[in-house]
């Protein structure tokens, strides 16, 4: 079974620069989460998407911060404008429902606004 | 805030050792999960731990949980250096999952 898949793997943008994000579930799962985990913290939830609605998007940014899952599979995560605190992981996991279930986890793309 | 939070930050032991971590939580929950992260395989489940439930095994790995005192522990026994990684417990009722700030576990060979 392929796990979860991120691109890019680094990024690196100067503040005020704009980046995008892109994930790809494992197959089947309905549930897409995206999460920002700073060093020495543990992942904070940005958004979770079920099928192609969102269902909680809380503490996402929407200022500067904006996802999208199209038909229900791949998802893209945007930045625009980034700020220096925006440096951090940013990690996509999927499951088959919702919390209830494991959470699988892709590689994650390390940003770093300078 | 539901967040669990991990004890101790950082545990340093010999390889061959048994390594015990904790998890504490504030409010009610449907379900608690371990999870581990270095920097070779990302962040990956281990076990999933009901509210029903007491006690779960898988391999080296022993979870406990008492929903009365709002904990739940994680055994790793007969550690080895690949254990080396951080460790997050994260709880969920009805809601997305929230992650504790981990423990950094190292197994010394």
């Not at chain 1, 200022?63 to 404008?81: C, H, M, N, Y």
Request: aromatic share 8%.
């Amino acid at each position: 079974e392929a796990g979860v898949a991120q691109s890019p793997r680094y990024k690196i943008i100067e503040k005020r620069q704009s980046v995008a994000f892109w994930c790809n579930p494992i197959s089947g799962h309905a549930t897409l989460y995206w999460y920002q985990q700073i060093l020495g913290q543990g992942p904070k939830l940005l958004i979770q998407f079920q099928n192609n609605g969102v269902v909680d998007d809380s503490q996402l940014p929407k200022d500067r911060f904006s996802a999208e899952r199209l038909k229900g599979v791949d998802s893209t995560l945007k930045i625009q404008p980034a700020k220096l605190e925006d440096s951090a992981v940013y990690l996509c996991a999927s499951s088959l429902a919702s919390y209830s279930f494991e959470q699988y986890f892709g590689p994650g793309t390390r940003l770093t606004v300078t | 805030s539901q967040q669990g939070e991990e004890d101790p930050q950082a545990l340093s032991i010999q390889e061959g050792e048994n390594a015990t971590m904790n998890c504490s939580y504030k409010t009610s929950i449907n379900n608690l999960q371990w999870y581990r992260q270095n920097s070779g395989r990302g962040l990956v489940h281990l076990i999933l731990i009901r509210s029903n439930e007491r006690e779960k095994h898988s391999g080296r790995l022993r979870v406990t949980l008492d929903t009365s005192k709002k904990s739940s522990s994680l055994l790793i026994t007969a550690s080895r250096a690949a254990d080396t990684a951080s460790y997050f417990c994260a709880t969920a009722e009805n809601t997305p999952l929230v992650f504790g700030k981990g423990t950094r576990l190292s197994v010394i060979a």
